[in-house]
């Protein structure tokens, strides 16, 4: 298992900039695909990046060329850099961690980032 604490929420006006960051424990961290959702009110909860054990990005193309997905193995943490940001970007951000051979699934508590002026 792995347990996951998210950090970096909070209130930023639009065009602004946050960095999450998500610390991983208790695990092998290069077993596990990582990767940033998030849920705003009402709605679904969605893929904002994901990133491989060996650095493969994939982002949802709503966010793609805004933030940036990144983790570091030593530390045990995967952050995501947030650029340019939108009211619509408002939402609770969730950590993930896939495990790759059993597919199964941990996450954050998640963190508020809110885009308002």
């Known amino acids: 298992q792995v347990q996951l604490v998210e950090s970096g929420g909070g209130l930023v006006q639009p065009g602004g900039s946050l960095r999450l960051s998500c610390a991983a424990s208790?695990?092998?961290?290069?077993?596990?695909?990582m990767g940033w959702y998030r849920q705003a009110p009402g709605k679904q909860r969605e893929l904002v990046a994901t990133?491989?054990?060996?650095?493969?990005?994939n982002y949802s193309d709503s966010v793609k060329g805004r933030f940036t997905i990144s983790r570091d193995h030593a530390k045990k943490t995967v952050d995501v850099q947030m650029n340019s940001l939108k009211p619509e970007d408002t939402a609770v951000y969730y950590c993930?961690?896939?495990?790759?051979?059993?597919?199964?699934?941990?996450w954050g508590q998640g963190t508020q980032v809110t885009v308002s002026s």
């Open positions: 208790g695990s092998i961290f290069s077993t596990y695909r």
């Open positions: 990133i491989t054990s060996g650095g493969r990005t």
């Open positions: 993930n961690a896939h495990h790759v051979f059993t597919s199964n699934n941990y």
